[in-house]
């Protein structure tokens, strides 16, 4: 394991709020680029970015080296297990932070993404909130009427939309690890959804804000059709997020009330594939949380 030096970084930045932003990377060094600009652009200044390789290349370890800010920290490991939570749980421990936000290493960020988290958070005296997102499906299409957060009913309000809500859309107070511990590290996958749900089903003050702020670029619709010798759709939609118009629109569309048959029929073949494709994947999780429990809360 190769470890960055790590420079002097205050906890706050004048009147702003510190956040950590950890940011989990395998072997996508086509796109990680576009996420850590988008994390770099953010309105909300005062923020440190911790880049976790979790037995990344070298061309990934290259970029983030790359990159002039002293806001941004590489820390390289070996590939752990599964989604390497375990590296994740090691880089969380040793931040100080008051609030701490995810970043993968394909998706986007509005520019105004924390600052929205943050007020949420502040004004609403909460310890965790999620924010919508939409997606881009192959080969252009960007669909802000996402099933998880656009159906209605019991069963899409409480199972489907807190089981879509990543790690990306939260932002929490660091004092959300001494109640429920850190993330579980003992799952192989799914380990987003399962800590988002423990905190919000624990007690601490959490709530879904149905505001648009991040583009999401799923792997099952993109990761077997990037191609080396041209530029993934990253590029592009980091200068669209960029646009405050195109942030406005785009936000419209999703409030848009009544949809299309042909949007409809679209969420159900989304439902349809995630489900076929995530099943398996779904029932290992749940046998391996009923296995291992979740983590002991414990003091940071």
């Given at each position: 394991m190769t470890r960055s030096k790590r420079p002097p970084y205050p906890v706050s930045v004048g009147p702003s709020p510190c956040v950590d932003v950890v940011l989990a990377t395998y072997r996508r060094p086509h796109t990680l680029a576009y996420a850590i600009r988008s994390v770099l652009e953010q309105g909300h200044a005062?923020?440190?970015?911790?880049?976790?390789?979790?037995?990344?290349?070298?061309?990934?370890?290259?970029?983030?080296?790359?990159?002039?800010?002293?806001r941004v920290a590489f820390r390289r490991f070996p590939k752990g297990r599964g989604f390497g939570y375990a590296h994740r749980n090691v880089v969380l421990r040793e931040t100080r932070a008051p609030f701490v936000a995810y970043m993968t290493d394909d998706d986007l960020w509005f520019p105004d993404h924390l600052e929205r988290a943050l007020r949420?958070?502040?004004?609403?005296?909460?310890?965790?909130?999620?924010?919508?997102?939409?997606?881009?499906?192959?080969?252009?299409?960007?669909d802000p009427h996402f099933f998880a957060f656009?159906?209605?009913?019991?069963?899409?309000?409480?199972?489907?939309?807190?089981?879509?809500?990543?790690?990306?859309?939260c932002v929490h107070r660091r004092a959300v690890f001494e109640r429920v511990?850190?993330?579980?590290?003992?799952?192989?996958?799914?380990?987003?959804?399962?800590?988002?749900?423990?905190?919000?089903?624990?007690?601490?003050?959490?709530?879904?804000?149905?505001?648009?702020?991040?583009?999401?670029?799923?792997?099952?619709?993109?990761?077997?059709?990037?191609?080396?010798?041209?530029?993934?759709?990253?590029?592009?939609?980091?200068?669209?997020?960029?646009?405050?118009?195109?942030?406005?629109?785009?936000?419209?569309?999703?409030?848009?009330?009544?949809?299309?048959p042909r949007v409809r029929l679209r969420q159900w073949r989304d439902f349809a594939g995630f489900a076929a494709h995530s099943g398996p994947k779904f029932v290992r999780?749940?046998?391996?949380?009923?296995r291992n429990g979740a983590p002991e809360a414990r003091l940071c």
């Open positions: 005062a923020l440190r970015l911790h880049v976790v390789g979790d037995g990344c290349d070298e061309a990934s370890e290259r970029i983030v080296r790359a990159i002039d800010d002293p949420e958070l502040e004004e609403g005296a909460l310890d965790l909130v999620a924010l919508r997102s939409v997606a881009v499906q192959y080969p252009d299409t960007l656009d159906w209605a009913g019991p069963f899409a309000t409480r199972f489907l939309r807190t089981w879509f809500m990543g790690a990306v859309n511990g850190y993330w579980n590290d003992r799952l192989f996958r799914f380990g987003d959804r399962e800590f988002y749900n423990r905190v919000r089903l624990s007690g601490p003050a959490t709530r879904y804000v149905d505001h648009v702020s991040l583009v999401r670029f799923y792997a099952r619709h993109w990761d077997a059709r990037y191609r080396p010798d041209v530029a993934p759709p990253q590029e592009r939609y980091l200068d669209k997020v960029r646009d405050p118009a195109w942030r406005d629109a785009v936000r419209a569309l999703a409030v848009r009330p009544g949809r299309e999780f749940l046998w391996e949380r009923a």
